[in-house]
Every structure is written in C-alpha cells, then in structure tokens.
C-alpha cells in the first residue's frame, strides 16, 4: 500500500472536520427538542422522530401556537439531514482520486430492513458538497438556537 500524497491527506483531514461539523450541528438541535420536551412534558423521547412528534404537539399547546409555524418548519427541515447524518456518524469513509487529482469520498453503512435483515448502502461526494453541506446545516442549527432562545425567553423556561 503506498502512502497517502499530500492532496489525500489534507482531502481526507478536511473531510473528517466537516463530517465532525455535521454530526455535532445535528446534535445541538436533536438535544433541544429533547430539552423542551423534558422541561414541558417531562419526558425523553429518545428517538428524533419521536422527539419532533413532542414538539409539534408543544407547538399547538395554548402560548405555543404562536411558534407553532417556525418549529414545524424547523422539524421538518432537520429530517433533511438525517440521512447525511447517518453517514457521516456510522459510515465508513473512503477516498479515490486519480491522476488529475479529482477526488470522490464513498460512506459506507449498514440500514437495517428488518429484523436480522440488512442492507449495506453507499453514498458518494466531494469536499466541496461536504463544505456545502456543512455551511448549510450550521446556518439551520443558528436559526433552529435563535428560535429556542425566543421561546424560552419569551415563555420564561430555564435555559
């Protein structure tokens, strides 16, 4: 096996700095819905799907219904990058490039389809998506704080 050029070192360095940017911008809204859920309901809904089932139902409670708009389109718009988020948490990440030095990153991961029944799954990028990717889940992640601040400001919850 020959060792790494310079360009495949720095493509995969950059590439595990976004994938970390990724799944830790995914992480911060995951963990506020869980927070108001546990501050309202006092209950952890453990699952995503089930945590953004509690804030919708927080949203249509009386002096909730006013946010109801913005968290929903802030649920909706987080399972947009759970997919991306499975990837880059429990892929493994490969790289190629060839003699012009483009490059393409392959994730490899396993869903599961059933009881003891799984399917292995492949995605493929670049850097430059993954940049993309990262510039846009970190702008949903200051929009998705900036709404939670309002809230528990505005609803008088601890932070």
């Not at 309901?41 to 913005?70: C, H, Q, S, T, W």
């Not at 493994?92 to 599961?112: A, G, I, P, V, W």
């Not at 998705?144 to 601890?158: D, G, N, P």
């Amino acid at each position: 096996m020959r060792e790494p050029t310079e360009l495949q070192r720095s493509l995969v360095d950059e590439a595990m700095l976004l994938r970390g940017r990724i799944v830790a911008s995914y992480s911060q809204v995951e963990f506020l819905l869980a927070d108001i859920s546990v501050k309202l309901d006092l209950r952890f809904p453990y699952l995503v799907k089930d945590r953004i089932k509690a804030v919708k139902r927080i949203a249509e409670r009386n002096g909730y219904e006013v946010y109801k708009e913005d968290l929903d389109r802030m649920c909706d718009e987080l399972l947009r990058y759970e997919e991306l988020r499975h990837f880059m948490a429990h892929g493994f990440m490969s790289l190629t490039t060839d003699k012009k030095d483009n490059h393409q990153f392959e994730f490899l991961r396993y869903q599961r389809e059933g009881d003891g029944k799984f399917t292995l799954t492949s995605a493929q990028t670049t850097v430059a998506h993954l940049r993309q990717a990262a510039g846009d889940i970190t702008e949903y992640v200051s929009n998705a704080v900036r709404l939670f601040e309002r809230i528990y400001r505005e609803q008088k919850l601890e932070t």
